[in-house]
């Protein structure tokens, strides 16, 4: 089954449950992980299941980041506000660096979070995806 990690900044949760309705029935196809605020909204808004980690200041972008260094994470979508200060600056730099590291295909906008969803769709073993590794989605090996 096909794993994203979905994180939104404060500034951009309202464009994420927008995205995310529009996006339900697809998503609902995929496991997905979520940093705490945003996984609360996307349960309570969209419907859709997803495992809550921890708020992104209190290390949630740097769990996301650990997923995706151990091959558990097949793409992440993570709505930066570019507008805003953050304290975790620090972490959120990691998170975007482990992706470009480990070749994880990263969506920080919505235009780029609506082509992964293109892409996701239109790979051939999308339904039955049953890897030992959800890197094997993008061929990165």
Do not use: S, Y
Not at 13 to 36: G, M, P
Not at 70 to 92: R, S, T, W, Y
Not at 118 to 129: K, M
Request: charged fraction near 25%; hydrophobic fraction near 45%; include cysteine.
């Amino acid at each position: 089954m096909v794993t994203l990690a979905l994180i939104a900044h404060d500034g951009k949760k309202a464009d994420l449950v927008a995205w995310a309705t529009f996006n339900r029935e697809i998503l609902a196809r995929c496991r997905l992980v979520a940093t705490a605020g945003t996984a609360r909204l996307l349960r309570n808004k969209v419907g859709l299941e997803v495992e809550p980690l921890r708020a992104g200041p209190e290390g949630g972008d740097l769990q996301v980041g650990a997923r995706v260094v151990e091959g558990q994470v097949n793409a992440v979508i993570f709505l930066v506000d570019p507008m805003d200060k953050h304290p975790h600056k620090p972490d959120i730099e990691a998170l975007l660096r482990l992706c470009n590291v480990h070749n994880v295909p990263l969506a920080t906008n919505v235009a780029t979070a609506d082509c992964l969803m293109v892409w996701l769709t239109q790979r051939q073993d999308f339904v039955n995806l049953e890897q030992k590794d959800p890197r094997d989605l993008c061929n990165l090996h």
